[in-house]
Nanobody
Framework: QVQLVESGGGLVQAGGSLRLSCEASGRTFRSYAMAWFRQAPGKEREFVAAVTWSGGTTHYADSVKGRFTISRDNAQNTVYLQMNSLNPEDTAVYYC?????????????????WGQGTQVTVSS
């Protein structure tokens, strides 16, 4: 079992930056691939980024590539999403997710465990 708690969301102007954090409970954190998803009002949930258990390999949606960076600190049981050059289209609830299979996350755009979400609002 993994419990995930996100933090770091808020209101930012276009062009600004935010850093989201997701703290996981459980001693098996390092065995899980981690990911971030987001859901904007009236839209389906979409994949944002994922990272392998070791942090050695990352994957990004085309819409955030070059602007967002996912990373993890297994000693702190935490995964991060650094978001730069934000624009109003990035406004959404951002969810942290975990699964033992990165391929499952990438293939199905789903995961076994989810956080409660944190709101990110980018004003123009």
């Amino acid at each position: 079992q993994v419990q995930l708690v996100e933090s770091g969301g808020g209101l930012v102007q276009a062009g600004g930056s935010l850093r989201l954090s997701c703290e996981a409970s459980g001693r098996t954190f390092r065995s899980y691939a981690m990911a971030w998803f987001r859901q904007a009002p009236g839209k389906e949930r979409e994949f944002v980024a994922a990272v392998t258990w070791s942090g050695g390999t990352t994957h990004y949606a085309d819409s955030v590539k070059g602007r967002f960076t996912i990373s993890r600190d297994n000693a702190q049981n935490t995964v991060y999403l650094q978001m730069n050059s934000l624009n109003p289209e990035d406004t959404a609830v951002y969810y942290c997710a975990a699964d033992q299979s990165l391929n499952f996350i990438l293939g199905s755009r789903a995961a076994g465990y989810w956080g409660q979400g944190t709101q990110v609002t980018v004003s123009s």
